[in-house]
């Protein structure tokens, strides 16, 4: 498998990535969570304050900034190729089947000679 050519991020752009992110939930939480109450419904939130759902949140971000992001971009671009070549494949037997249904229907093409 070929090494990336582009080189590692520096440790100011995964902090600055980071802190986006961590700002993104905040606003969520304050914007969605809290605006219309869903916090009710969520265990172990508490509104307004530090609480595990922070906690968790935090620790995502931090992994996936921190530890890189690459080998899951690799391993989920190899998997959409894999799903569009299969896609591909069964639309070019579906139109070679109703290629071949139509011959049929109309009496001509290669069954219908």
């Known amino acids: 498998m070929k090494k990336s050519i582009t080189?590692?991020?520096p440790?100011?752009?995964?902090?600055v990535i980071a802190m986006t992110f961590v700002n993104?939930?905040?606003?969520?939480?304050e914007l969605v969570v809290d605006r219309h109450g869903l916090w009710r419904y969520v265990p172990f939130y508490r509104v307004g304050l530090f609480c595990t759902w922070d906690v968790?949140?935090?620790?995502?971000?931090?992994l996936l900034v921190?530890?890189?992001i690459a080998p899951l971009r690799?391993?989920?671009?190899r998997?959409?190729?894999n799903v569009?070549?299969?896609?591909k494949q069964m639309s070019d037997y579906s139109l070679q089947q109703s290629a071949n249904y139509t011959y049929v229907l109309l009496g001509s093409g290669p069954e219908g000679r």
């Open 7 to 9: 080189p590692p991020s």
């Open 11 to 15: 440790l100011i752009v995964k902090i």
């Open 24 to 29: 993104s939930w905040v606003i969520f939480e």
């Open 56 to 62: 968790l949140v935090l620790a995502v971000i931090l």
């Open 66 to 68: 921190f530890l890189g």
């Open 74 to 77: 690799r391993a989920l671009g």
């Open 79 to 81: 998997m959409v190729r």
């Open 84 to 87: 569009c070549n299969k896609q």
